[in-house]
T-cell receptor, first 115, second 111 residues
Framework: AQSVTQLDSHVSVSEGTPVLLRCNYSSSYSPSLFWYVQHPNKGLQLLLKYTSAATLVKGINGFEAEFKKSETSFHLTKPSAHMSDAAEYFCVVSDLPGGYNKLIFGAGTRLAVHP | DTGVSQDPRHKITKRGQNVTFRCDPISEHNRLYWYRQTLGQGPEFLTYFQNEAQLEKSRLLSDRFSAERPKGSFSTLEIQRTEQGDSAMYLC?????????FGPGTRLLVL
């Protein structure tokens, strides 16, 4: 069965410093992986997706993630945090390749950004 | 930009009452999904449709829950005899390929 584990429930950074949100996955086959962001009182927004193309995936708002099969990881990074990045971030795996089927979400990582 | 819309955005009901939520997907998206998100957790899959056919239902979807997608357009999720444990955010998403686009959700509070 497919699953994801987000290693940190809360991450706090200062504005302008790097962001690292960690995610490990478990999958029976080559997975499709996603990062979604959820701002308060707003819907889930796709940040980026990996679907077996390039292992380094660039997303919106300066975020990127690297798929590492040997480590079963898909960590999300950003070189410089902005106050507007404060939100809940979810690492997600699709239960079938291509993301056509149901998504399996991690428990989420709440990112706080301090001035 | 006509994204996924959900109605109502908020619903407060008393235990034992029935509630119905509506989801309007992005036009021409043939797949529609329902998820439930409780406080402090990630969303959990409930069910999905390809066009009008309901292809999968989670074990979370007890017999008090029913979902429909007549004519393969909008979808409704009905909860009968609501319980306090049903209090959650109910999210709808639609897709045509690998990316699922989410609506703003319906927040349900059962008193």
């Amino acid at each position: 069965a497919q699953s994801v584990t987000q290693l940190d429930s809360h991450v706090s950074v200062s504005e302008g410093t790097p962001v690292l949100l960690r995610c490990n996955y478990s999958s029976s086959y080559s997975p499709s992986l996603f990062w979604y962001v959820q701002h308060p009182n707003k819907g889930l927004q796709l940040l980026l997706k990996y679907t077996s193309a390039a292992t380094l995936v660039k997303g919106i708002n300066g975020f990127e993630a690297e798929f590492k099969k040997s480590e079963t990881s898909f960590h999300l990074t950003k070189p410089s945090a902005h106050m507007s990045d404060a939100a809940e971030y979810f690492c997600v795996v699709s239960d079938l390749p291509g993301g056509y089927n149901k998504l399996i979400f991690g428990a989420g990582t709440r990112l706080a950004v301090h001035p | 930009d006509t994204g996924v819309s959900q109605d109502p955005r908020h619903k407060i009901t008393k235990r034992g009452q029935n509630v119905t939520f509506r989801c309007d997907p992005i036009s021409e998206h043939n797949r529609l999904y329902w998820y439930r998100q409780t406080l402090g957790q990630g969303p959990e899959f409930l069910t999905y449709f390809q066009n009008e056919a309901q292809l999968e239902k989670s074990r979370l979807l007890s017999d008090r829950f029913s979902a429909e997608r007549p004519k393969g357009s909008f979808s409704t999720l009905e909860i009968q005899r609501t319980e306090q444990g049903d209090s959650a955010m109910y999210l709808c998403a639609s897709s045509s390929k690998e990316t699922q686009y989410f609506g703003p959700g319906t927040r349900l509070l059962v008193l």
